[in-house]
């Protein structure tokens, strides 16, 4: 542990420029409205560009607020990653723009059909009580991967028809889980130093890969490009895990991350 702490204080101080999108939480709002707009095209649907920027600005205030109330409580010393330390280091102004987009949302959200609003209230009132819970038992035990998992694959649906089938929904939890899981893995001595108890530091490390990659099997019997680029992720997923030794904290984060949103433009570069 003595060695670890030097090198991601040093990690802190040398954040290169494609890994900001990462620390400011956009990559999580890209993720979620890239995915809409491939279910969008795979089920030859029409979703208002509101419906876009809703969902996005709703994910990217659920991130943030969450990572603010980790660091709220905490010494800068104890915050071993990069999003936590910026969070605290500028959590004044980031609560400043998070109002701001919060209002913003909050108008836009006023343009959305009547379903589509009373689903995106329903969903806000899972994000409060999860972040709630979040809160108050992270440091004994709380699964939050399972959590983020289920709720992140719900907005991405969120404000589609009923009719879409729960095949992907299914799919597309399974792989945020294992992204949740992948990443809890390479930081289980950050959460220990932030005495933050999941569902990550349970789960045996070998068994990951062969999971990335037996839902890219699964996923790949459904014929479509839709379950290609699913595929593509849990394979990306597998291979990074796998070689998770080679890639420092930081970066591994960032990729983890993207590899959620190749998969959903290589579907929409398949249908182009």
Not at 92 to 118: E, I, K
Not at 153 to 169: C, E, K, M
Not at 230 to 259: M, P, Q
Request: glycine fraction near 4%.
């Amino acid at each position: 542990m003595a060695g670890i702490l030097p090198r991601l204080i040093h990690m802190r101080s040398s954040t290169k420029i494609w890994q900001w999108p990462n620390v400011l939480a956009i990559d999580a709002a890209l993720i979620a409205a890239l995915w809409l707009l491939a279910l969008e095209r795979a089920h030859s649907l029409e979703i208002t560009w509101v419906a876009h920027a809703v969902l996005a600005l709703s994910v990217w205030l659920s991130y943030v607020a969450d990572r603010l109330y980790d660091v709220r409580s905490r010494e800068r010393a104890a915050l071993l990653s990069t999003r936590h330390d910026f969070s605290k280091r500028y959590a004044r102004p980031l609560w400043r723009v998070w109002f701001v987009a919060l209002g913003v949302d909050l108008l836009l959200a006023t343009q959305l059909s009547p379903q589509q609003l009373t689903k995106g209230v329903q969903l806000l009132i899972i994000c409060l009580i999860y972040t709630l819970l979040n809160q108050k038992l992270s440091r004994r035990f709380f699964p939050k991967e399972i959590c983020v998992a289920l709720i992140y694959a719900g907005g991405v649906q969120i404000f589609l028809p009923n009719t879409v089938s729960t095949d992907f929904y299914q799919a597309f939890a399974f792989l945020c889980l294992l992204n949740c899981l992948i990443i809890g893995a390479k930081e289980k001595h950050i959460d220990a130093k932030m005495r933050v108890h999941s569902l990550a530091t349970l789960v045996a490390e070998r068994w990951l890969s062969p999971l990335a990659w037996t839902g890219a099997a699964l996923v790949l019997w459904n014929r479509g490009d839709l379950w290609q680029g699913l595929a593509l992720s849990f394979v990306l997923l597998g291979l990074l895990h796998r070689y998770r030794a080679h890639i420092t904290i930081e970066s591994f984060r960032v990729l983890v991350d993207a590899a959620l949103l190749i998969g959903g433009a290589f579907h929409l570069i398949l249908l182009s």
